[in-house]
């Protein structure tokens, strides 16, 4: 048995096929191209596990024609009705 360190081994590629892939469509619009966009959260002392207050980037996509983010990027966020235009 050596003592030597092992050099990790090779991570295997995993080819998909995007063509078998969901095209994801805005929910509102049917448009398939997306842009990034990000909902910042505002973290009171309180709750801010440093004592301090903090802003949180939460990053999400928006649809590029209507602007509408899909509803299951906002599960959890804290965003619910306010964002429907």
Excluded: H, W
Aim: glycine share 8%; hydrophobic share 35%.
């Amino acid at each position: 048995m050596s003592l030597r360190p092992m050099k990790p081994m090779p991570k295997q590629q995993v080819k998909v096929d995007l063509t078998q892939a969901e095209t994801i469509k805005c929910e509102k619009c049917e448009n398939p191209f997306f842009i990034n966009a990000t909902i910042l959260k505002r973290i009171s002392a309180l709750l801010s596990p440093s004592g301090q207050e903090g802003i949180v980037p939460i990053e999400v996509y928006s649809c590029g024609n209507c602007g509408e983010v899909p509803k299951s990027m906002l599960v959890g966020s804290g965003i619910g009705e306010e964002t429907d235009n």
